[in-house]
């Protein structure tokens, strides 16, 4: 028993380390789907997840998402599986998984950290990305939930932060999953005994499921929608519509004055481009692209070496727009929407194919 005691410090430094290691890298977010809510990213095998509450998705099978990281990226997310105790993991596509640094494997039983603790931390990710922390008290827990309530009433916790993560100084001890619209405490489950509910997945032939890539023509590049910097205006006009071979779906970018973007990348691979073609049928006609610019990069990634190949505008009394230029190497392309034809809260596209 002597020995144990003597140990004791020197396990507990090691899990705090190890818990504020995993914090740091632990990228939340904040996500529209069927709710407004929280969650976070987790990678397996090269691939991205989102860990969030089951009833944040509800019915729908897609969500959009903003890191609360320094960048402050957005992303999609479609649904892949649910599981008890209210959890649901999602792929994830888009600029955002570039955040996605915390392997599953990385967590550990929390049971003598929980042990003597008594104030948390309720970390939040606004809807721009910025961060919000609610402190909290521990009032009672078990071996799967922990009750807290805010320590002043000018914090309280509401719905909309089911999702956020709870922390013991840095380490995540804790998923938030509702708040008692009457007393204004929170019941959250413990970090350990989530990743414990999820964890088959992982191991499983599941994890190994990757989003559906949209079809393409025998005569068309194949691409990947890497970044986009526009949220949709709502979660069936997704940025994804535009490569689905579908004329009846479209992408409808939700404008806030700043000029709507999209890169596209060939898996890394120096592809020659000829061309783009763009369709728009979905009848908005104010909501049209405009004025376009076009670039060319050599590099698969970073901010520079962008090389403009392109500038030209479009009517919106034609549906098709064809835009050629000089042949030209490229690993990605970024097309650059700068106005569209008056219609000031949305800028639609129904199909783009790059040749």
């Not at 740091?24 to 904040?30: A, E, I, N, R, Y």
């Not at 009032?139 to 922390?167: A, H, M, T």
């Not at 413990?190 to 559906?212: G, H, Y």
């Not at 000089?326 to 040749?355: C, Y």
Request: charged residues 20%; aromatic residues 10%; contains cysteine.
């Amino acid at each position: 028993m002597k020995k144990f005691n003597q140990l004791l410090p020197a396990v507990c430094f090691y899990i705090l380390l190890s818990g504020a290691t995993f914090a740091q890298g632990l990228t939340q977010v904040h996500i529209e789907s069927g709710e407004i809510g929280q969650g976070f990213l987790l990678k397996r095998l090269n691939q991205c997840y989102l860990i969030s509450p089951s009833h944040v998705l509800g019915n729908a099978f897609f969500a959009n998402i903003t890191t609360g990281t320094k960048n402050r990226e957005i992303g999609e997310a479609e649904k892949v599986q649910v599981f008890g105790y209210d959890l649901a993991i999602s792929n994830v596509n888009g600029i955002s998984t570039a955040n996605c640094v915390t392997d599953i494997n990385t967590f550990y039983p929390l049971d003598m950290l929980l042990k003597s603790a008594s104030l948390l931390t309720v970390s939040t990710i606004n809807v721009d990305g910025s961060k919000s922390i609610t402190p909290v008290t521990l009032i009672d827990q078990n071996i799967i939930n922990l009750n807290v309530k805010p320590r002043s009433e000018q914090l309280p916790l509401y719905k909309g932060l089911s999702g956020s993560v709870v922390f013991l100084k840095e380490i995540p001890v804790g998923i938030l999953q509702s708040v008692n619209a009457e007393t204004g405490e929170g019941t959250v489950i413990r970090f350990d005994r989530a990743m414990e509910v999820i964890a088959p997945f992982f191991s499983s032939t599941f994890s190994q499921v990757k989003p559906v890539k949209e079809a393409v023509t025998k005569d068309n590049i194949q691409f990947n929608i890497s970044h986009w910097s526009h949220k949709p205006i709502d979660t069936e006009h997704r940025v994804s519509a535009i490569h689905d071979n579908k004329i009846d779906s479209y992408w409808s970018a939700k404008l806030d004055g700043k000029p709507v973007s999209i890169t596209l990348d060939f898996n890394e691979s120096i592809t020659l481009v000829n061309g783009l073609s763009l369709l728009n049928e979905s009848g908005l006609k104010q909501s049209f692209p405009r004025d376009i610019k076009v670039y060319s990069n050599r590099r698969g990634e970073g901010k520079r070496g962008w090389t403009s190949i392109y500038s030209g505008t479009w009517s919106n009394t034609k549906n098709t727009f064809l835009l050629k230029f000089p042949p030209v190497k490229a690993k990605r392309i970024r097309i650059e929407f700068l106005s569209n034809w008056g219609d000031t809260k949305q800028l639609s596209l129904s199909e783009l194919s790059i040749f």
